[in-house]
């Protein structure tokens, strides 16, 4: 059965949260009473202190449609006298997603940027029935997230959790507004962590829960049992085009990283090490040593005169963590150093010959490196590779909006040749693309099968 991911325009907890609640230091913790007088576990005293922080958003754009193409004739229309603004009648759509307030002072509400992208106008709905005009600070569309602004009083917002601290188990609940119906909620366990390769976004890093996420619930928050912020609801895995409880939020540490520096710089920069990276394979475990069980990322390449060639990093260093967070694939690394405020120092833990080590590394401008793996050429910008171990090159991540998506290409798939010359590595694809023009022909290998994208 083909698996479809859906975007997000918006079980049960099992018999066990009842015992926890009841041990567990939150505001879940006051206990209601049966009818009989005896305390049940709620979530309601937690939910009457976040609810009014999730918000629904409905966005309005004015789509043009042409009728005939005679209309189009400037000819047809002066000989019929036909007016230009009646060649195009316009219709007048509507979307409906969610948000949080995160600050409510200044009135900053995130969100994912599907849910506006496109839109002309978008009105933030509270929970106490105020419609509100808001205006978009910012945007980021490689990771799915703008940064709204509205100007109202006795705004309520939801605190920051650190989403590092999640732990696969955890319970959370999701709040939003599936379907239009308005505000809704429900509960579950963050059922995995660093969810990436799913080819949603750019950079991809995922909570996966079982709390029912359905249409609409885009942008809404997922909490945890003290009524912090631990992520932004953003897709769904539906086979079937509905919940099958597999759903993924964005971590709100990611989320925070874009809009501390959307509302410093107006816009999103990306900072790097200097490091091409690639998943650790079984063949490459037995390689390097590697004892059976160990998680981490190989080192492919370093950049000379980067940050990490000056902490003294090597290719075939096995990166193990990121200030604590551990790393398990080459797109969480890429989506972790991607969402780092640029001039920060980081601690990077690895293993060389057996050993391991730590180091401090600085995140640079992007702008200020000759990158490894993405921007080779123009029509490949948004798109990241790294070596593949049995030749060519594999796209690691892209832009859901780059050429290359629109062209067909696709995370995962290994680039054998670029224009008819032959693709070993990615120096040898950075040399093929020095002599190419304003089309590139790309050889590609996905699920055993080759074929060609061309990309212009």
């Known amino acids: ?115 506006i992208n496109g839109a002309d106008e978008v009105q933030v709905q509270l929970i106490d029935g105020r419609s509100l005009q808001a205006a978009v600070m910012g945007t980021d569309p490689d990771l799915d997230i703008a940064v709204l602004k509205v100007n109202a009083d006795n705004l309520t917002d939801v605190p920051f959790a650190n989403s590092n601290a999640l732990q696969v188990g955890d319970f959370v609940v999701a709040i939003g507004n599936p379907f239009g119906l308005g505000q809704t909620v429900t509960t579950g366990i963050v059922s995995a962590l660093g969810r990436s390769g799913l080819g949603i976004e750019g950079f991809e890093n995922f909570i996966q829960t079982d709390a029912s996420i359905n249409p609409g619930n885009s942008g809404g928050a997922l909490v945890n049992l003290a009524g912090e912020l631990v992520g932004i609801n953003t897709a769904i895995l539906a086979p079937s085009g509905g919940n099958v409880g597999i759903g993924f939020a ?35 475990r037995n390689a390097f040593g590697l004892p059976t069980g160990l998680r981490g990322v190989l080192i492919a390449d370093v950049l000379d005169g980067s940050s990490a060639s000056d902490a003294g990093l090597q290719p075939g260093d096995i990166v193990l963590s990121l200030d604590g967070q551990p790393v398990t694939s080459a797109n969480q690394l890429q989506s972790i150093l991607a969402t780092t405020a640029i001039g920060r120092t980081i601690d990077l833990r690895y293993i060389r010959g057996q050993r391991e080590r730590t180091v401090e590394v600085t995140l640079q401008d992007a702008s200020t490196l000759l990158s490894l793996d993405d921007e ?22 892209m832009a859901p909006t780059s050429r290359a998506a629109y062209a067909g290409l696709r995370p995962g798939d290994v680039v054998t040749a670029v224009n008819r010359r ?33 990309i212009r």
């Open 1 to 115: 059965m083909m698996q479809t991911l859906f975007r997000l325009p918006g079980r049960r907890c099992a018999a066990i949260l009842a015992s926890l609640l009841l041990v567990t230091p939150a505001f879940a913790v006051l206990p209601m009473t049966d009818s009989q007088g005896n305390p049940l576990p709620t979530l309601a005293p937690m939910l009457k202190s976040v609810n009014p922080a999730v918000v629904n958003i409905a966005t309005y754009s004015t789509q043009r449609y042409d009728n005939n193409p005679l209309l189009n004739d400037p000819f047809f229309r002066y000989f019929f006298n036909i007016p230009d603004a009646q060649r195009a009648p316009q219709k007048r759509q509507q979307s409906a997603g969610s948000g949080v307030i995160v600050d409510a002072e200044n009135g900053y509400v995130l969100t994912n940027f599907h849910v």
């Open 376 to 397: 080779l050429h123009p029509l490949l910008e948004g798109v990241r590779f790294e070596n593949n171990e049995r030749g060519g090159v594999r796209v690691m991540n």
């Open 250 to 284: 964005i971590p709100v540490n990611m989320a925070r990283a874009t809009l501390e520096q959307i509302l410093e710089f107006g816009e999103v920069r990306r900072g790097q090490i200097g490091i091409a990276a690639q998943d650790l394979t079984p063949d490459l």
């Open 422 to 454: 032959p693709v070993r590595d990615l120096s040898a694809l950075n040399d093929a693309l020095q002599s190419a023009g304003r089309e590139l022909l790309l050889s590609i290998v996905r699920d055993n099968r080759s074929f060609y994208v061309v």
